[in-house]
């Protein structure tokens, strides 16, 4: 390997960790003695060049990916730098540089430095998850942004429940990687190989052995965890719920975008030979079958348990647990369509559920919660975030013309041209529809509490100020209606390149 080579493909997570330490170092050199608790103007400044050097490294390296394009692969599919995951790295970084903003006053915790460092070195484990044709890498890559979801899930100390949720996730999260080590053991000992294209042709002769077949199954309930697919989802409602806001943002946006994206090439890519079919009529064993049968749990566990909600964070867990069944039935298309979908699904859906976190974090500092009571009159308080919750919401609920439509409406045009063509899923994206109509109910519900119900009786003082973070709101939103009035400016750059590879 050369080592050259590495250092150039792999710049941008080299200016995350540099980026990293850099803030880490500055937030302890800035830390005065006199310094306590009550002094909020110091600390306020002191957070405030903490966060900005962190997002001043996200715009460096996302400038790097766009003027630079490196480009190139190391041996063994150890690290892939193309066109496609370059576009899923930008879309990492950018996703992390509206996470800290939207941290810019937080409360949380008084360890500035420690928390942007834990973020961005989770966000080098996602790149390189994405960069990944290689399983030792995929799982080295998937563990290290795990380790570091776990620590922000835990980061508030002063709150039992943030501690609690990290060590479920933790423990959850610790069952799952075994799960999915196992699996990739057994797929490495049915082919001999660790790298995608080598494994899917040692797949190819080794047919329907039983040790392929199991260490399938072990990959699917590894990577089902990751992306809080049904019934694999359990860690997620407390997770959201007990983690700092701004940390949840990223759980259900940048963990998601990575783990989608490798499930759907792994399974395309690697594991194509071991597709078998998921159609009603020719049911056969292999990865679709599984998928087809854990999209449709998702969609309607996620679905029917969304609607007994009355917390808008685990509201979006369970949101989350039904849009990850929906990425799954694109999935199941195969083919660079199916990740093309999944990807542009997950990249915009992720866009759209931090924003509405970043809604949430604003309430829970104004009104003291996140549960529906605290949204109440919000129109009437805060009209312009209420216009941005109502843009995010919708957009989740699939209306059109928000990229929210359009990213289902792929998922399910792509389920339903893919295999033969002969609408074989048709009963899934029946399924996705229907459940789909389910969701409007509970959405429409937070709607109702925001824009219709009087206001609550709570102080709302934390509202004035947050300026970053109402910018960052507003941005998201725009985000979202302009990329459902114009998907292809997104869309037709990951077509090309996926065309590019020869998927």
């Known amino acids: 390997m050369n080592y050259l080579e590495l250092g150039r493909l792999a710049v ?34 002191r957070a405030g060049r903490v966060l900005g050097i962190g997002v001043a490294g996200c715009v460096l390296t996302l400038g790097w990916l766009v003027a630079m394009r490196p480009e190139g692969a190391l041996p063994g599919g150890m690290f892939v730098s ?55 890498m995929l799982f080295l890559g998937l563990e290290l942004a795990s380790l570091s979801l776990y620590i922000l899930t835990a980061f508030d100390k002063r709150d039992p429940a943030s501690t609690e949720a990290g060590l479920k996730y933790f423990l959850f999260g610790g069952m799952a990687g075994a799960f999915l080590l196992l699996g990739l053991s057994f797929l490495y000992g049915a082919t001999g190989a660790i790298e995608f294209r080598a494994m899917a042709a040692g797949l190819a002769g080794a047919g329907d052995s039983p040790l392929a077949l199991a260490g399938l199954a072990l990959v699917l309930v590894g990577l089902g965890f990751k992306v809080a697919a049904a019934p694999f989802h359990f860690w997620a409602p407390d997770a959201y719920q007990g983690a700092p806001t701004p940390a949840a943002g990223l759980m259900a946006a940048g963990a998601k975008v990575a783990a989608l994206f490798i499930l759907a090439k792994f399974a395309v890519v690697g594991l194509g030979t071991l597709a078998g079919d998921g159609s009603w009529a020719g049911l056969r064993a292999g ?36 849009h990850a069944g929906y990425a799954l039935v694109g999935v199941m298309g195969g083919g660079a369509e199916a990740v093309a979908a999944v990807t542009f699904h997950a990249v915009t859906y992720a866009l759209t559920t931090l924003g509405a976190f970043g809604v949430v974090g604003l309430v829970e500092k104004a009104a003291g919660g996140s549960e529906f009571g605290h949204f109440a009159g919000l129109a009437r308080r805060a009209p312009g975030l209420a216009l941005c919750l109502a843009v995010f919401v919708l957009s989740l609920a699939g209306i059109p013309p928000l990229v929210g439509f359009f990213g289902k409406f792929y998922l399910f045009a792509t389920a339903l041209g893919g295999g033969d063509g002969g609408m074989g899923l048709l009963w899934l994206v029946a399924l996705g529809a229907a459940t789909t109509c389910v969701s409007f109910y509970y959405y429409l519900r937070l709607l ?9 009786t709570a102080g709302w003082e934390g509202m004035a100020g947050g300026g970053v973070e109402r910018w960052t709101v507003g941005a998201a939103a725009t985000g979202v209606v302009a990329a459902g009035c114009l998907p292809a400016v997104l869309l037709e750059p990951l077509r090309v390149g996926l065309v590019a590879l020869g998927l």
């Open 12 to 45: 941008p997570e080299a200016l995350l960790v540099v980026t990293a330490l850099v803030a880490l170092g500055v937030d302890l050199a800035g830390r005065p003695g006199g310094e306590g608790p009550g002094d909020e103007g110091a600390w306020e400044r």
């Open 82 to 136: 193309d066109a496609v995951t370059r576009w899923v790295r930008a879309a990492l970084v950018s996703l992390t540089a509206g996470t800290l903003l939207l941290s810019w006053r937080m409360r949380f915790t008084p360890h500035v430095g420690e928390y942007v460092t834990v973020v961005l070195l989770g966000t080098v484990g996602m790149m390189w998850v994405a960069a990944a044709e290689n399983v030792l």
């Open 287 to 322: 990865w679709a079958p599984l998928l087809g049968l854990v999209a449709a749990v998702s969609m309607v566990w996620g679905n029917l348990a969304a609607l007994a909600q009355r917390n808008v964070k685990r509201l979006l867990a369970y949101s989350a647990v039904a």
């Open 448 to 456: 109702k509490e925001v824009f219709v119900s009087e206001p609550g």
